[in-house]
């Protein structure tokens, strides 16, 4: 009589690392073992599991379920037993930080003399992440669009308000806000005018331009004629 035989291959897991996941965003995944013979049983071993999280092993597989909350590298040790034998492999699956975006250390004012520099603080998410800026940045500046660094300098003066978004893998985004303000160089001059001895003069008011903020005003060694003064405030020669 032919005889039927049949190839039984051993227990193979292939695959024994878990998808990233994110500190606070749902997970969900399984890993199947490639091959086997027979009914196929699982149990984990001893591990420290990434808070959240909880596995479950059987015949179909490793399953990781939950909402992680503490980011590291972990280590799950499982053991496997079929008709060909036992399989231990160990899983390991990576939680990275929560995705934050910090714009806290923009320069708040910067001259159009002075070329702009400004790199956000990222951290943490899923990668690869996608960082956009809105809206454009006006000619003469640009982003690195993989550390979403600003450098440049813009022909005209800019106040504006722009917005990072940084989006991951998980499908977390995160946008945070932030101005540019670059001016020219503070200019200042006064109209001439011709006064007469005793005589009061009008107002005498300067034409500003450039700078930023609240002026102040203030004439080296005292050098108005005498009998007129200098507002500091307002610059008005009376």
Same mark, same amino acid.
């Given at each position: 009589?032919?005889?039927?035989?049949?190839?039984?291959?051993?227990?193979?897991?292939?695959?024994?690392?878990?998808? #990233?996941?994110?500190?606070?965003?749902?997970?969900?995944?399984?890993?199947?073992?490639?091959? %086997?013979?027979?009914?196929?049983? %699982?149990?984990?071993?001893?591990?420290?599991?990434?808070?959240?999280?909880?596995?479950?092993?059987?015949?179909?597989?490793?399953?990781?379920?939950?909402?992680?909350?503490?980011?590291?590298? $972990?280590?799950?040790?499982?053991?496997?037993?079929?008709?060909?034998?036992?399989?231990?492999? @160990? $899983?390991?699956?990576?939680?990275?930080?929560?995705?934050?975006?910090?714009?806290?250390?923009?320069?708040?004012?910067?001259?159009?003399?002075?070329?702009?520099?400004?790199?956000?603080?990222?951290?943490?998410?899923?990668?690869?992440?996608?960082?956009?800026?809105?809206?454009?940045?006006?000619?003469?500046? #640009?982003?690195?669009?993989?550390?979403?660094?600003?450098? /440049?300098?813009?022909?005209?003066?800019?106040?504006?308000?722009?917005? $990072?978004?940084?989006?991951? &893998?998980? /499908?977390?985004?995160?946008?945070? #806000?932030?101005? =540019? &303000?670059?001016?020219? &160089?503070?200019?200042?001059?006064?109209?001439?005018?011709?006064?007469?001895? /005793?005589?009061? =003069?009008?107002?005498? #008011?300067?034409? =500003? @331009?450039?700078?930023? /903020?609240?002026?102040?005003?203030?004439?080296?060694?005292?050098?108005?004629?005498?009998?007129?003064?200098?507002?500091?405030?307002?610059?008005?020669?009376?």
């Amino acid at each position: 009589l032919p005889l039927g035989l049949q190839t039984v291959l051993p227990l193979l897991c292939g695959n024994t690392t878990f998808v #990233s996941g994110e500190e606070g965003v749902p997970y969900q995944q399984t890993i199947r073992p490639t091959q %086997g013979y027979g009914v196929l049983t %699982g149990v984990a071993g001893d591990t420290t599991l990434p808070p959240g999280l909880q596995v479950d092993v059987d015949m179909n597989g490793v399953h990781l379920t939950g909402t992680p909350t503490l980011g590291g590298t $972990y280590h799950i040790p499982v053991t496997f037993t079929d008709r060909t034998g036992t399989y231990t492999p @160990t $899983y390991t699956i990576v939680i990275a930080e929560t995705l934050t975006v910090d714009v806290s250390k923009a320069p708040t004012q910067s001259l159009i003399t002075v070329p702009y520099a400004f790199t956000p603080d990222i951290h943490g998410g899923v990668g690869p992440l996608v960082i956009t800026l809105t809206p454009q940045l006006p000619v003469g500046m #640009s982003m690195d669009p993989t550390t979403g660094t600003i450098t /440049g300098q813009p022909v005209d003066p800019l106040n504006r308000l722009f917005t $990072y978004t940084v989006s991951d &893998a998980s /499908g977390v985004r995160v946008s945070q #806000s932030f101005t =540019i &303000a670059i001016s020219r &160089a503070i200019s200042l001059v006064y109209p001439p005018f011709i006064g007469i001895a /005793g005589q009061a =003069i009008n107002d005498i #008011s300067p034409i =500003i @331009t450039g700078g930023f /903020g609240t002026q102040s005003y203030h004439c080296p060694n005292n050098d108005l004629p005498e009998g007129l003064s200098l507002d500091p405030n307002t610059g008005i020669i009376s």
